[in-house]
């Protein structure tokens, strides 16, 4: 079973640019989720979908960040304009259905790392 | 509101020795915990997790953890460290107010000499 990937690896942008992320989940996975890992620090939700709709974007910073999963498969995180606190490792992550609500056991990708210089 | 509190940032072992990972949590409500290791390069991979069945609960590579309500811990062990055993570990509770985010703690970073 192939794992959730994501590309780029790695990225270095300068403040202000723009970046995106892109997550390709687990088949079958109906529900992806976007962490944000800075250095030294447990991840961090950012946004949650289900399907191609968003369950939670509460800790989203709405301001700079956006994504979307427009088909319920794969998703891009968005990042305009970047600002230097947002280097970090962003991490995808899927859970296949039928798994009990609050016990499902999540599968994440190697992560994006990137450097706003 | 629940949170999670890794003790140690950094713990360093022999290889054979016991290894233990202090976790507490507070909860207002019966919560999901689980463990989950990072190594470097890699994705966070599952241990182990516990979901209100048997409090001593087994995971992978020999590590198993113990939820003790009285203490509010989930303490995660393994009886003998292994070299491959080197890895960022972290805590995870979920579910706050039925949102069915994880939240991490800020990671415990395991050492095994030679």
């Known amino acids: 079973e192939a794992g959730v990937a994501q590309s780029p690896r790695y990225k270095i942008i300068e403040k202000r640019q723009s970046v995106a992320f892109w997550c390709n989940p687990i088949?079958?996975?109906?529900?992806l989720y976007w962490y944000q890992q800075i250095l030294g620090q447990g991840p961090k939700l950012l946004i949650q979908f289900q399907n191609n709709g968003v369950v939670d974007d509460s800790q989203l910073p709405k301001d700079r960040f956006s994504a979307e999963r427009l088909k319920g498969v794969d998703s891009t995180l968005k990042i305009q304009p970047a600002k230097l606190e947002d280097s970090a490792v962003y991490l995808c992550a899927s859970s296949p259905p039928g798994q009990p609500v609050l016990k499902e056991t999540q599968y994440f990708g190697p992560g994006t790392r990137l450097l706003v210089l | 509101a629940q949170s999670v509190t890794q003790l140690d940032s950094h713990v360093s072992v022999s290889e054979g020795t016991p290894v233990l990972l202090r976790c507490n949590y507070s909860?207002?409500?019966?919560?999901?915990l689980f463990w989950y290791v990072q190594h470097p390069n890699k994705g966070l991979q599952l241990l182990l997790k516990?979901?209100?069945?048997?409090?001593l609960v087994k995971g992978i590579n020999g590590f198993e953890a113990e939820f003790k309500k009285s203490e509010t811990s989930f303490h995660l062990t393994k009886p003998s460290a292994h070299m491959s055993d080197a890895a960022e570990y972290f805590c995870?509770?979920?579910?706050?107010?039925?949102?069915?985010?994880?939240?991490f703690g800020s990671g415990t970073r395991l050492q095994v000499q030679p």
């Open positions: 995870v509770v979920s579910g706050v107010t039925g949102r069915r985010a994880l939240t």
């Open positions: 516990y979901t209100s069945a048997a409090t």
């Open positions: 909860s207002s409500y019966s919560p999901s």
């Open positions: 088949s079958g996975h109906a529900t």
